[in-house]
């Protein structure tokens, strides 16, 4: 084919855009994202002016707001004129509404003055830069404050505002406590026309604490309170001691729950919180009378004296003392409370107040009725009103010789719990009459055989087992007090009106009438006397109250008294016996009566009720056990085997020997022994016995010294020993009874046999 023949081409003009155009394009949109993108996370970027940089640094310093890390320092520099820094912040964009002409920002360090604590956070997590939002169009320039800023909020929690007459010693970053367990701190405080405003935040993990019920208190510091009423040392926590602090308390779980910037009153007492009531009482004389000063009602402490002064107006010259009544004794006040000063006088009527020597003087109250509308004001009593109870009870005449400290008003006890209360004290040709009221709801407590003793002041006896002290509470041994207590019987009686009762001088002799005296015979007196005691399972069921030569001068008659839940050890069959210390070779035994004194032991026996004893020079042999096995070994000499020696297998304990006797035909020993049930398999018919008490020594010529001993504790107190071969283990358990020969010494085949016998699982 040659050229002529080539089609030729044909033009067509070219249509849209060309595609080269898409690469501009693409470039403006990348360029706008990046620059979208950097604005992102560049942040919003802000300056503030400090007075110094101490304590900032680039990019270590956070900006934190609730709690949460919302920017940082990215630059510092020195002002201009050189008098401060301006810091660049770069924040979070998401806080961009926050940020307005009227927020304001401030540098958070730990400062610690008697003035306060703050920022004790920052001592571990390092200094930081918080904010307060404020109103007004977005800024970008600042000035930092000093500190933070009144009511400033900056962490999450529950916001509460407490009402108070004053400050005090709280400031910004005292703690809030529930507990004794920090939950909150203050956040700040202002100025209010009725006082001050504080508010105060609650983490949120504790939130849940606070409800309705809820009850604010200052802790502040440490409050010592100190007369001679004694001292109150009352401290909170150790922030609160530098900074003072609050404490809450919420009585009621389920209250209504609150919300945030609920208003509640801080109160200046865990007293005044709690609902005390402040009244005032006149008084003609006020002497004695202090800041701290008790007020009591029925020998509680019910309030205290907040202060006084002298008044010339109403209803004469005198005082007027207020007094702060606690909860819930407030609810008791009504208009015929009274009031009177209880301090120590000396009358031609007696002696009271004693209880006032030590404490110091008193505001006694009386409550008469139940609660109704109080008052504000009282007049005092000059003296004590009369003590004539109007209240529903029993009354019972008590006689005496003499009342000792006992007086009117004294206390009566029943399990040193207070039931009544002495009424009068009156004299007459025999003696003293007491009369003694008993409150209604213990009435049922007192019988027609009840026992009353006199409790006032203290009592001691004593011996070289140690000391006794006895005394119903403190207010007897100062102002006196009665006791009493009901037997049980088989029938009893209940009191009546206008019984009549003897006072014995002490408990011990009310148990005269319940107690069994007994006498014993004693060869010797040695290691008796007044005092003795006598035990029965290591507890004291006696006590030796006299110790007589008998009429022909043969031995002593020593008279005791059982206790009367131990009666029942004076029988037909029981034995006793006066254990001393033993010391020497062959045994050391009751070292504790080196200290404690001898004692006298008691067997109880099983026969009809006796009183009149025969006592035993030693201890008696022990008696049957009644489990275990019992057995029999017949030797031609007893030796040094005695009651109370061990039984060995393989150098253990598994018995003991508790008799011995010379068998009916006179012509060997019976050795009576016991063993102990775990190991009564090992027990067969086929089993050797030996003595292994002290010491076996063999001398030949050619063989040598062969010297052998069990143990030290045969050696010295003697002991028996046994085996049992292989082949006896298929021989049955022997019964009890069987007898077994004793031998004078162990053979050497014996010691090799080594039989595989289970024994059952010790007790643990």
């Known amino acids: 084919m040659n050229e002529t023949n080539l089609p030729s081409a044909t033009e067509k003009p070219k249509k849209g855009i060309s595609a080269i155009w898409l690469l501009p394009l693409i470039a403006v949109a990348l360029s706008g994202w990046l620059m979208y993108k950097n604005l992102i996370e560049h942040g919003l970027e802000v300056t503030v002016s400090f007075n110094n940089g101490s304590g900032i640094t680039v990019g270590k310093t956070p900006v934190v707001y609730q709690g949460i890390n919302v920017g940082e320092v990215t630059n510092l520099q020195l002002d201009d004129d050189l008098k401060g820094v301006t810091v660049t912040l770069e924040l979070s964009r998401q806080i961009e509404p926050l940020i307005r002409e009227k927020t304001q920002f401030w540098l958070v360090q730990p400062q610690i003055s008697l003035s306060g604590v703050s920022g004790l956070d920052t001592l571990v997590e390092g200094n930081y830069i918080s904010f307060k939002p404020g109103d007004g169009k977005p800024a970008s320039n600042f000035e930092a404050l000093l500190g933070?800023?009144?009511?400033?909020?900056?962490?999450?929690?529950?916001?509460?505002?407490?009402?108070a007459d004053s400050l005090g010693s709280l400031a910004v970053g005292a703690p809030l406590l529930y507990q004794q367990i920090d939950v909150g701190d203050i956040e700040g405080f202002q100025l209010t026309d009725h006082g001050v405003e504080i508010v105060a935040r609650v983490d949120p993990v504790y939130s849940h604490l606070i409800n309705r019920s809820s009850r604010f208190w200052r802790q502040s510091g440490i409050k010592v309170n100190a007369g001679l009423q004694g001292v109150e040392v009352d401290v909170g926590s150790f922030a609160s001691i530098l900074v003072g602090g609050v404490v809450i308390d919420t009585p009621d779980k389920n209250a209504e729950p609150i919300e945030d910037d609920a208003t509640f009153t801080l109160f200046a007492t865990k007293e005044k919180a709690a609902g005390s009531r402040v009244i005032t009482v006149y008084f003609q004389n006020p002497d004695g009378l202090d800041s701290g000063s008790k007020v009591r009602l029925n020998s509680m402490d019910v309030g205290r004296v907040l202060n006084w002064h002298f008044v010339d107006n109403f209803p004469a010259k005198g005082a007027e003392v207020r007094l702060e009544i606690k909860a819930p004794y407030n609810t008791y006040l009504n208009a015929d409370t009274q009031f009177w000063i209880v301090k120590p006088e000396v009358s031609t009527e007696g002696i009271r107040g004693i209880d006032a020597l030590i404490g110091g003087p008193y505001v006694?109250?009386?409550?008469?009725?139940?609660?109704?509308?109080?008052?504000?004001?009282?007049?005092?009593?000059?003296?004590?009103?009369?003590?004539?109870?109007?209240?529903?009870?029993?009354r019972v005449t008590l006689r005496s010789e003499e009342p000792g400290s006992i007086s009117v008003g004294s206390k009566v006890f029943y399990r040193k719990i207070v039931v009544g209360q002495v009424e009068h004290v009156e004299l007459d040709p025999r003696g003293v009459n007491i009369g003694v009221f008993i409150h209604q709801r213990y009435a049922h407590l007192l019988q027609r055989h009840s026992l009353f003793w006199n409790a006032s002041g203290i009592s001691i006896s004593g011996n070289l087992?140690?000391?006794?002290?006895?005394?119903e509470s403190l207010s007897t041994i100062v102002a006196g007090g009665i006791a009493f207590r009901t037997p049980e019987i088989a029938n009893p009686q209940a009191a009546w009106e206008g019984l009549k009762y003897t006072l014995h001088t002490n408990y011990e002799s009310t148990l005269v009438d319940d107690s069994l005296d007994i006498s014993l015979h004693f060869n010797s007196g040695s290691g008796l006397n007044k005092g003795t005691e006598l035990k029965y399972q290591g507890i004291k069921v006696g006590e030796v109250y006299a110790v007589e030569l008998?009429?022909?001068?043969?031995?002593?008659?020593?008279k005791a008294?059982?206790?009367?839940?131990?009666?029942?050890?004076?029988?037909?069959?029981?034995?006793?016996w006066l254990v001393k210390?033993?010391?020497?070779?062959?045994?050391?035994?009751?070292?504790?009566?080196?200290?404690t004194g001898s004692y006298i032991i008691v067997r109880p026996g099983e026969g009809k009720p006796k009183r009149h004893f025969v006592a035993l020079d030693s201890q008696p042999a022990l008696r049957k056990p009644e489990t275990g096995l019992n057995l029999i070994l017949t030797a031609s000499q007893r030796g040094s085997i005695k009651a109370g020696n061990k039984v060995f297998y393989r150098d253990i304990p598994v018995g003991e020997v508790f008799d011995f006797e010379l068998a009916p035909d006179s012509t060997k020993t019976l050795i009576h022994i016991n063993i102990h049930p775990r190991y009564t398999a090992l027990i067969r018919r086929g089993t050797r016995f030996w003595n292994a008490s002290g010491v076996a020594v063999n001398v030949g010529l050619f063989s040598g010294a062969n010297i052998r001993s069990k143990s030290i504790e045969s050696l010295l107190e003697g002991g028996i020993a046994f085996a049992?071969?292989?082949?006896?283990?298929?021989?049955?358990?022997?019964?009890?009874g069987t007898v077994f020969r004793l031998n004078d010494s162990v053979e050497s085949r014996w010691l090799e046999w080594a039989p595989k016998i289970a024994l059952p699982q010790a007790a643990r």
């Open 148 to 163: 933070p800023p009144p009511l400033a909020r900056t962490m999450p929690g529950l916001r509460l505002r407490l009402e």
């Open 364 to 394: 006694a109250m009386k409550v008469a009725g139940e609660g109704g509308s109080p008052q504000k004001r009282y007049t005092g009593l000059a003296k004590p009103p009369e003590q004539k109870i109007q209240d529903p009870g029993l």
């Open 465 to 471: 087992g140690g000391f006794d002290i006895a005394t």
């Open 550 to 558: 008998d009429e022909n001068l043969h031995g002593v008659n020593v």
């Open 561 to 576: 008294r059982l206790s009367p839940s131990a009666k029942g050890l004076a029988r037909s069959g029981s034995e006793f």
């Open 581 to 595: 210390p033993q010391l020497g070779l062959v045994g050391t035994r009751n070292l504790e009566t080196l200290v």
């Open 724 to 736: 049992t071969p292989e082949e006896a283990v298929k021989e049955p358990i022997v019964p009890a």
